[in-house]
């Protein structure tokens, strides 16, 4: 047995929504988690975001970076609890303060500190998509 396969998820596997302006960032989270085992949608900004969620049959989790161009990742998560309730997110930042001031907020929202390593993001993920 591989001792990465104890990290893999569950089938079916999660679909998760990335949305970072960053495409270094995309890709890499893109590479962790398929790696894991989910299933992965990417888009560079909020807009994209709600296209691709529009389209996908299922999303379960979208982890969006704060700070983008036009649509933040605030008011993204703020759209996609609205219409989509049982969608999951997480919002990742560089700035402490944001994730903080997220994460203890009027609706708290899961938070991912930027940097983060490869074991931090698929603990995040695990967490998140496991709570009720």
Same mark, same amino acid.
Request: glycine letters at 4%.
């Given at each position: 047995?591989?001792?990465?396969?104890?990290?893999?998820?569950?089938?079916?596997?999660?679909?998760?929504?990335?949305?970072?302006?960053?495409?270094?960032?995309?890709?890499?989270?893109?590479?962790?988690?398929?790696?894991?085992?989910?299933?992965?949608?990417?888009?560079?900004?909020?807009? @994209?975001?709600?296209? /691709?969620?529009?389209?996908? &049959?299922?999303?379960?989790? #979208?982890?969006? +970076?704060? *700070?983008?161009?036009?649509?933040?990742?605030?008011?993204?998560?703020?759209?996609?609890?609205?219409?989509?309730?049982?969608?999951?997110?997480?919002?990742?930042?560089?700035?402490?303060?944001?994730?903080?001031?997220?994460?203890?907020? @009027?609706?708290?929202? /899961?938070?991912?500190?930027? &940097?983060?390593?490869?074991? #931090?993001?698929? +603990?995040? *993920?695990?967490?998140?998509?496991?709570?009720?």
């Amino acid at each position: 047995m591989n001792p990465t396969d104890s990290t893999k998820t569950s089938s079916p596997a999660a679909t998760i929504l990335l949305v970072d302006d960053d495409p270094f960032m995309l890709r890499l989270m893109d590479l962790i988690l398929r790696d894991a085992g989910y299933q992965i949608v990417q888009a560079r900004n909020g807009e @994209e975001a709600l296209a /691709a969620i529009r389209e996908q &049959p299922r999303v379960d989790l #979208v982890i969006s +970076d704060v *700070v983008m161009p036009g649509m933040d990742g605030e008011l993204l998560r703020n759209t996609v609890s609205h219409h989509w309730p049982t969608c999951k997110f997480i919002v990742c930042s560089g700035y402490p303060d944001k994730c903080w001031d997220l994460a203890n907020g @009027e609706i708290p929202v /899961a938070t991912l500190p930027k &940097p983060f390593t490869a074991s #931090v993001l698929k +603990d995040r *993920v695990r967490e998140v998509l496991a709570a009720n």
